[in-house]
């Protein structure tokens, strides 16, 4: 009973491989992660050399923790999170880094993170209330759509790791109505992203 029940598994998994095989999910993450190297390694640069040739981060980001309640920048980091991730979180964590409590106000960027998620998911539910709008955003996400109902939550996963729009993602699973409960869960790794890019940008700064 124990082998065919491992049998099974396996066979499931083989199928599930094939599946991701051919249509295209192992070639869509292998091209997200390579585009993603591009805008982190600008990003470094740029702070690289803002740092050395036009004026300190590090004072920069002390005026502003200085200047702006924790609850001002945490508030627009939610908003920017909410509305298509208009703000690179990156930006948001190298403040943390400066913060009086650097690892609370990351949870806290991570937590507004994952929360402006699920306010883009009943965002994307929503806009199938309304035939207009729907149409609309069929259209211009088309393409991310398509993919959410291919994949489901191995594509919620990717863009909570990768540094593409979570807000993007998640606004496409509301649209095709994926599980909410399953979403929440998937959606729990966008902390890691926050926890595994801290590691290199509160070095830097």
């Given at each position: 009973?124990?082998?065919?029940?491992?049998?099974?598994?396996?066979?499931?998994?083989?199928?599930?491989?094939?599946?991701?095989?051919?249509?295209?999910?192992?070639?869509?993450?292998?091209?997200?992660?390579?585009?993603?190297?591009?805008?982190?390694?600008?990003?470094?640069?740029?702070?690289?050399?803002?740092?050395?040739?036009?004026?300190?981060?590090?004072?920069?980001?002390v005026?502003?923790?200085?200047?702006?309640?924790?609850?001002?920048?945490?508030?627009?980091?939610?908003?920017?999170?909410?509305?298509?991730?208009?703000?690179?979180?990156?930006?948001?964590?190298?403040?943390?880094?400066?913060?009086?409590?650097?690892?609370?106000?990351?949870?806290?960027?991570?937590?507004?993170?994952?929360?402006?998620?699920?306010?883009?998911?009943?965002?994307g539910?929503?806009?199938?209330?309304?035939?207009?709008?729907?149409?609309?955003?069929?259209?211009?996400?088309?393409?991310?759509?398509?993919?959410?109902?291919?994949?489901g939550?191995?594509?919620?996963?990717?863009?909570?790791?990768?540094?593409?729009?979570f807000?993007?993602?998640?606004?496409?699973a509301?649209?095709?109505?994926?599980?909410?409960?399953?979403?929440?869960?998937?959606?729990?790794?966008?902390?890691?992203?926050?926890?595994?890019?801290?590691?290199?940008?509160?070095?830097?700064?």
């Open positions: 009973m124990k082998e065919k029940a491992k049998s099974k598994k396996k066979s499931r998994i083989r199928l599930l491989h094939q599946y991701y095989s051919y249509t295209g999910f192992y070639t869509f993450v292998w091209n997200s992660i390579k585009k993603a190297i591009i805008p982190i390694v600008l990003f470094v640069g740029a702070l690289w050399a803002i740092d050395r040739y036009l004026l300190d981060i590090e004072d920069m980001l005026t502003i923790t200085e200047t702006y309640a924790p609850l001002e920048v945490l508030s627009i980091f939610f908003l920017s999170e909410s509305l298509l991730g208009l703000v690179p979180p990156e930006l948001f964590i190298a403040w943390a880094g400066k913060s009086s409590s650097p690892i609370l106000f990351l949870t806290l960027l991570a937590t507004a993170s994952y929360l402006g998620g699920i306010v883009s998911y009943w965002l539910v929503s806009i199938t209330k309304i035939p207009a709008v729907h149409k609309a955003m069929e259209l211009k996400m088309a393409k991310h759509i398509k993919n959410t109902r291919k994949w939550g191995f594509l919620i996963i990717v863009g909570a790791l990768l540094p593409i729009p807000a993007m993602t998640s606004i496409a509301g649209i095709i109505r994926f599980p909410f409960s399953s979403y929440l869960i998937f959606g729990l790794l966008r902390f890691a992203r926050f926890y595994l890019y801290a590691l290199v940008i509160f070095e830097m700064v």
